[in-house]
């Protein structure tokens, strides 16, 4: 059984900046080929740089990077195997190359020769980098075969390894297959995906990038929460009139950092709509259920409601203080005119 023109295209999204202006960039947008117009939508398309052909330990490709507007990068190096691939020499290169050691030295030196273009658009840059992965694997579809319903074992490639599955796995994996028509299939794994598309269309894996960019974001608000959080009670330690200093910055910062999460999250909510396409709304759906993306979202709204709590303290706190302070500074300005007038 052949697989024809399979892929597999290697995917590391990085979080660089709070935001990347595309408005600064004169690059083209992603758009969707399949979808109905107005049916999928992106408030502000990432913008697209074909960053040309690769050639890596034996290994060619092209490279392309995505710009998402939220401040991630994404770069893909798509990989032709050939015309007509053997199931089983596919299911091989599938289950091995996205595990070869020199990935992570090639995508970081990408990353690093783009930045340089980048330097104008991008706005409050990272030092500290998130990173997410993923593979897909595309093909035309199985020789003499139906895509949506292939006469081949798909679990080894959706687990990722060779084994003796149990039959709960298959019917786990079964939740993820979805298809448009019967020449067509797209099965999502955790950090791979498989689409069998005889038009050649990617818009699944387009989807499935633009939800890890999602999950980068919120990663790292997560993260940035936790380390607002952890802060909090190092400064209260500074308690009286000799802490308000501290505490009026802290609330500053609290109320600052508070708004800007709350900006970015509303912004990432409407970047993009599906509204007539369930195809598409199911596949999206799935991936935000399989990624862990609606338990981040939970940890970042209960940080939130834990930061808002604390900003409410700490106004509090520094009211209080201002108040006393008041109140010492009259009493200190009476005992003065007290003495005077005594002297």
Known sequence: MNLLSPHIALYRLFDLADEIDLSRLSTPRLRLSRARLGA???????????????????????????????????????????????????????????????????????????????????????????????????????????????????????????EEFAPEVRREMERYRYSYSTEDLALLGFDRVLILDSEGIWDVADLVEFVHAQLLELSYYDRVLTEELEAVPEVLKHRGLWGYGKLQR????????????????????????????????????????????????????????VLEATYAMVTEEVAHLRTQAVEVAILALIAFEVLRALH
């Open 40 to 162: 999928v939508r992106f408030q502000n398309p990432p913008a697209e740089v074909e960053l040309g052909a690769r050639s890596v330990e034996g290994l060619s490709g092209l490279l392309t990077a995505r710009l998402y507007e939220f401040g991630v990068v994404s770069l893909s190096f798509r990989i032709h195997l050939g015309e007509r691939v053997p199931w089983e020499v596919f299911l091989d290169k599938g289950l091995n190359i996205p595990e070869l050691p020199f990935w992570e030295g090639f995508f970081l030196a990408e990353l690093a020769a783009l930045e340089p273009y980048l330097q104008g658009a991008l706005l409050r840059p990272e030092e500290k980098r998130l990173s997410e992965e993923f593979a897909v694997y595309h093909a035309l579809g199985l020789e003499g075969a139906k895509a949506h319903e292939p006469p081949v074992d798909l679990t080894p490639l959706w687990m990722g390894t060779q």
């Open 250 to 305: 802290l609330s500053r910062r609290l109320m600052a950092r508070h708004a800007e999460i709350a900006d970015v999250r509303a912004r990432m909510e409407g970047a993009l709509r599906i509204t007539e396409d369930l195809f598409y709304a199911k596949i999206y759906r799935a991936a935000l259920e399989l990624y862990g993306a609606h338990e981040l979202e939970r940890s970042v709204e209960e940080k939130l409601r």
